[in-house]
Nanobody, 126 residues
């Protein structure tokens, strides 16, 4: 499956952005979908994950209450709504697809996705 992320940009602290990730080659209803982010010089960090039917969502603690992951399988697309953005949210954001099924937060955060998209840069100015 090929993944194409978009929607990044420059925003002031406190603002909002909505990232999109559209898949091609395979339909995403067979995958759990995730967002990760990476700052130069640091490891890629888990941000959010949504299960196949959207019944479970998982977030890293630093974005809980501010970010929301969602999916539209008819459009083969997932989203990451990011509100109340902070300077520390600045990173390259990546979407990913995983055939593995997860049931608990620790499991979701540790799972290594099978497919990755290219990143989209999010810059939050303070």
């Amino acid at each position: 499956v090929q993944l194409q992320a978009s929607g990044g940009g420059l925003v002031q602290a406190g603002g909002s952005l909505r990232l999109s990730c559209t898949a091609s080659g395979r339909i995403i209803n067979n995958y759990e979908m995730s967002w990760f982010r990476q700052i130069p010089g640091k490891e890629r960090e888990f941000v959010a994950r949504i299960t196949r039917n959207g019944s479970r969502v998982f977030y890293t603690d630093s974005v809980k209450g501010r970010f929301a992951i969602s999916r539209d399988d008819a459009m083969n697309t997932i989203y990451l709504q990011m509100n109340s953005l902070k300077a520390e949210d600045t990173a390259v954001y990546y979407c990913a697809a995983d055939v593995k099924v997860t049931f608990a937060p620790a499991q979701a955060m540790a799972a290594k996705p099978d497919y990755w998209g290219q990143g989209t840069q999010v810059t939050v100015s303070s």
